[in-house]
């Protein structure tokens, strides 16, 4: 990360935010869609509705289809609305402290690799400086890990 300069560290931590908003509001916008779609609404009066393509729509109900339908509210999520919205770090402390965490396993036979759990999405903001090593010690402790 940059530390040298003031000014740089400012233009990194307004580019961090930027994502961060960008990220939430994908996850609201796949959130508004599910609403309409539950009330019955048709992709294109949904996408009218969004302000957004009709493909669009068809991608995000794919999605959730594929998630099972919800759009939980997950670490990441806790972690990025800090982020994008400057709120307080021990009101996002607290949240995470509190959360029911999975951890990452082995995939199953016949496939290869890790399935990550949620508590790899903590673990991910620290690597990424969304959180500092304190918080993430506070979190780590209150989990038990």
Same mark, same amino acid.
């Given at each position: 990360?940059?530390?040298?300069d003031?000014?740089?560290?400012?233009?990194?931590?307004?580019?961090v935010?930027?994502?961060?908003?960008?990220?939430?509001? @994908? /996850?609201? &916008? =796949?959130? %508004?869609?599910? *609403?309409?779609a539950?009330?019955?609404l048709?992709?294109? @009066? /949904?996408a &009218? =509705?969004? %302000?957004?393509s *009709?493909?669009?729509?068809h991608?995000?109900?794919?999605?959730?289809?594929?998630?099972?339908?919800?759009?939980?509210?997950t670490?990441?999520?806790?972690?990025l609305?800090?982020?994008?919205?400057?709120?307080a770090?021990?009101?996002m402390?607290?949240?995470l402290?509190?959360?029911?965490?999975?951890?990452g396993e082995?995939?199953p036979y016949?496939?290869?690799?890790?399935?990550?759990?949620?508590?790899?999405q903590?673990?991910k903001?620290?690597?990424t400086?969304?959180?500092s090593r304190?918080?993430?010690?506070?979190?780590r402790?209150?989990?038990?890990r």
């Amino acid at each position: 990360m940059i530390t040298e300069d003031r000014d740089l560290r400012q233009l990194h931590h307004q580019a961090v935010q930027r994502h961060a908003r960008a990220r939430v509001d @994908e /996850i609201d &916008e =796949l959130r %508004a869609a599910k *609403q309409a779609a539950d009330r019955g609404l048709p992709q294109r @009066e /949904i996408a &009218e =509705l969004l %302000a957004t393509s *009709q493909p669009r729509v068809h991608r995000m109900l794919k999605a959730l289809e594929r998630s099972g339908g919800e759009v939980p509210v997950t670490p990441e999520e806790v972690i990025l609305r800090a982020v994008a919205y400057d709120t307080a770090r021990a009101d996002m402390v607290e949240e995470l402290s509190r959360f029911t965490y999975t951890f990452g396993e082995e995939a199953p036979y016949p496939f290869e690799g890790r399935v990550p759990g949620t508590w790899d999405q903590v673990v991910k903001a620290l690597a990424t400086e969304m959180i500092s090593r304190e918080e993430f010690e506070k979190i780590r402790s209150a989990v038990g890990r």
